[in-house]
Structure formats: C-alpha cells, structure tokens
C-alpha cells in the first residue's frame, strides 16, 4: 500500500512541473531573420524541482503537417539552462524566462510551429522529468 501511496505522490507531482509557452501566443505572427522573444512560465506548484534545461526550436511546415516536437525540434533557437524567476514588481505572476532568439533568414514563410523541450528533477528523490510542448505560429 505505501508503495502505490508513493507512487500516487511522484506522479501527482510530476502532473505539477510542466511549463507554458507565455508569448508568443497560438497563431502569432514571426519574421524569418528578425529577432523574437519566447517566455516560457513555470507555474508555482508544491514540491521541489530542481530545473535543468530548456531547448527551443522552430520548425516550418508550409505543406506539410507540423511534426511533434518529440519527433524534430527543428531549427534550435535557445539550448541551455532554465531558471525562471518572478517578477520583481508584480510577484503574483507565475515564474518565467524569457528568452531572445533569431529566427533563421532562410526559414520558409508559411504555417510553423514553435517548439519546447523541458528536462527538470523533482522531488526531494530528484526524479527525471521531461516534457515537449507546442504553439503554431505562421513565419513571414
């Protein structure tokens, strides 16, 4: 019983540690060749979490299906650390980073998608965890 009780707790908190893609929002508008900014926001949650990385990608599907985010992360924008902090002002927003990064100048225009991968330990037995997520946004 204290095994399924434990095991009820790790996944419970691991439903807790995902990220949100802050801006840009579903649908947005980027420039190939210009520069942009992604937020990525970690929502407060309970347990402990020790964050590792973040990596961004872009990937440019005019034709096609946008592949997920598991299968290509497309062009890399950002692969490095994650540590979001709150607002010094407004304290009541969640954590976030943002992050600025250039688009590729060659990037076909038409329907995209911008991806995330986030790699996190958590719980006081730092177990792994890793996510991907997406937004579809449209390169000019």
């Given amino acids: 019983m204290k095994i399924v009780a434990a095991l009820l707790a790790c996944l419970t ?14 649908g947005a508008n980027l420039t ?5 900014t992604i937020e990525i926001q970690r929502p407060n949650f309970q347990s402990s979490s020790e964050e590792v990385a973040i990596v961004l990608g872009i990937t440019s ?4 299906p946008c592949p997920a985010p598991a ?5 890399i924008l950002h692969n490095g650390p994650f540590d ?8 009541l927003i969640q954590p976030y980073q943002n992050f600025t990064v250039e688009l590729p100048g060659d990037l076909p225009k038409g329907n ?11 719980g006081e037995s730092f177990v792994p965890f890793t996510e991907t997520l997406t937004t579809s946004v449209f390169v000019n």
Avoid: F, S, W
Avoid at 16 to 21: E, G, K, N, S, T
Avoid at 32 to 36: K, M, W
């Fill in 61 to 64: 599907c005019p034709n096609t």
């Fill in 112 to 122: 995209g998608q911008l991806n995330v991968y986030h790699v996190a330990l958590i």
């Fill in 32 to 36: 190939a060749g210009h520069t942009t």
């Fill in 71 to 75: 299968d290509t992360m497309g062009h």
């Fill in 84 to 91: 979001p902090k709150e607002h010094p002002l407004t304290p």
């Fill in 13 to 26: 908190a691991t439903r807790a540690q995902h990220v949100l893609i802050g801006y840009p929002p579903e």
